[in-house]
């Protein structure tokens, strides 16, 4: 059993999936970062999203893009994330529990950039996407 979920950019028919760590508490920190390193908000900051999480989770698994006709959006345990261009949630589809906070935010931040920040910034500032 996963802790799944979608990132969807609003008007995209592609998302990201993720099997595992899907609560607001991985997604919120995870979009701060991609704000800090100055990711574009199209199709190419969604493919920079993605190796994000999977410089993050390592391995083979836990990810995968898909369509909007195969993703599994109402995925029964945390749904869709609808982001806008900034990297700002604007919208949350099939998902109406108390939102997951078990993972402190400052941490969590702090686990993406130590995952990224040799792949997204130069000289300690972010490369521009």
Known sequence: MGNRAVIQMQGHGAGIYLHNNGGYDTIAPLLQVAKEY???GDDY???RLTQMLANF?????NIGIATEDSLDMNNGDNGTYVIDERFDIIDRLFYSGPEQNNLPFEEMVSAFHKANDRFFL????PRVY
Request: glycine residues 26%.
């Open 38 to 40: 100055r990711i574009r």
């Open 45 to 47: 900051g969604m493919a």
């Open 57 to 61: 989770f390592g391995g083979t698994l």
């Open 122 to 125: 130069m000289n300690g500032r």
